[in-house]
């Protein structure tokens, strides 16, 4: 498939630190059918670290979302907890830390992140994203 082509896949997950390996593997395959395999490594890194975080720290489902378009891949976790994400600190401050690196990695690793709330036919959570731009 050529990279010009726009497209969009969406993996719905149960609350379970499984799913996690599962939306990895997915997202490997996704990429490498459309012949995407240089990004395979970092986007895994990011879908690891998004997913993780809508699974342990949520109670309810979660979803990942992986959109190809005009060059650029969106990798993004749903959760159905409206509440805000930690901001990520600095990653010198977290050497020594077990936790909390998730967003730091992401926001070091990514070209763009961010998150927004979302409401749905009285359902609520929200939507955690991240960027990579394909170097020609």
Do not use: F
Request: hydrophobic share 45%.
């Amino acid at each position: 498939m050529p990279e010009n082509e726009s497209w969009e896949y969406s993996l719905y997950i149960p609350n379970d630190l499984r799913a996690v390996t599962v939306s990895r593997r997915t997202l490997r395959l996704i990429l490498t059918m459309h012949g995407l395999i240089r990004l395979v490594d970092v986007a895994e890194l990011l879908a690891t670290e998004l997913v993780s975080n809508a699974v342990r720290h949520t109670k309810g489902p979660a979803a990942l979302r992986v959109r190809w378009s005009a060059g650029v891949l969106r990798i993004g976790a749903w959760d159905a907890d409206p509440a805000p994400p930690e901001p990520p600190r600095p990653l010198g401050q977290l050497a020594e830390s077990e936790e909390g690196r998730g967003l730091a990695l992401v926001r070091a690793c990514a070209d763009v992140w961010g998150w927004q709330p979302l409401a749905r036919d009285g359902n609520r959570g929200k939507y955690v994203w991240c960027e990579l731009a394909a170097a020609a």
